[in-house]
């Protein structure tokens, strides 16, 4: 396949519409208010401990409530709700009462103050134990204290998203959405490693 070459300083669209990722709502808790955001970059950072990571502009008012209690919550959400994480993400939390506006069904963290969406197939409770600023976003590294998820939903004692009963949103960049296609597919990778390298000493293993 032949690749386009564009510098940084004439890339008409962002980059980051290059690739899909999963669309989360992320939600947080400060002076009596409850707010949602739709989250698009995260990642998790660390097994054990289990840390997981969420970009967001300072100028976002999840950032301020994030910043002031230190708390939030990551919902993974099925696609059968991405009118909910496209009309969070339409609106400021600084504006609009998100919760009471949207009848957002929810319940309060069993870890933190920020809420647990009723729709989500499984949420993370997390405490900020990092914070930095890169470019025009912001790294919250949080320490994952509590995962809520749909047993339902997943396979192998919780371990596997079972994509026959839940697909998951991906978010394509200017506002469209997307699923998984045909399942998922396992490979046995180290087993392709040995045939590959047939002959050849010095694996290491993953990495």
Not at 1 to 6: G, H
Not at 149 to 163: I, P, S, Y
Request: overall charge neutral; charged content about 25%.
């Amino acid at each position: 396949m032949t690749k386009t070459v564009r510098s940084l300083e004439n890339l008409e669209e962002p980059f980051n519409f290059h690739y899909p990722s999963g669309a989360t709502i992320v939600t947080s808790h400060a002076r009596g208010r409850d707010n949602a955001m739709a989250v698009a970059w995260h990642v998790a950072v660390s097994r054990n401990p289990a840390y997981y990571a969420i970009c967001i502009s300072s100028n976002r008012f999840t950032h301020s409530l994030i910043s002031e209690t230190g708390e939030f919550v990551v919902n993974f959400m099925p696609k059968e709700r991405n009118d909910l994480v496209a009309t969070v993400a339409g609106c400021s939390g600084r504006d609009v009462d998100k919760f009471r506006s949207f009848k957002i069904a929810a319940s309060q963290g069993s870890r933190v103050k920020a809420q647990v969406l009723e729709d989500a197939f499984a949420a993370f409770e997390c405490r900020v134990v990092g914070h930095h600023p890169y470019g025009d976003h912001d790294i919250f590294v949080g320490a994952v204290l509590a995962v809520q998820f749909e047993a339902a939903a997943f396979k192998q004692d919780g371990r596997l998203l079972d994509l026959e009963r839940v697909k998951p949103i991906l978010y394509m960049g200017n506002d469209r959405y997307a699923t998984t296609g045909d399942g998922s597919v396992h490979i046995e990778r180290e087993a392709l490693v040995k045939a590959a390298m047939k002959g050849t000493a010095g694996l290491r293993g993953p990495g």
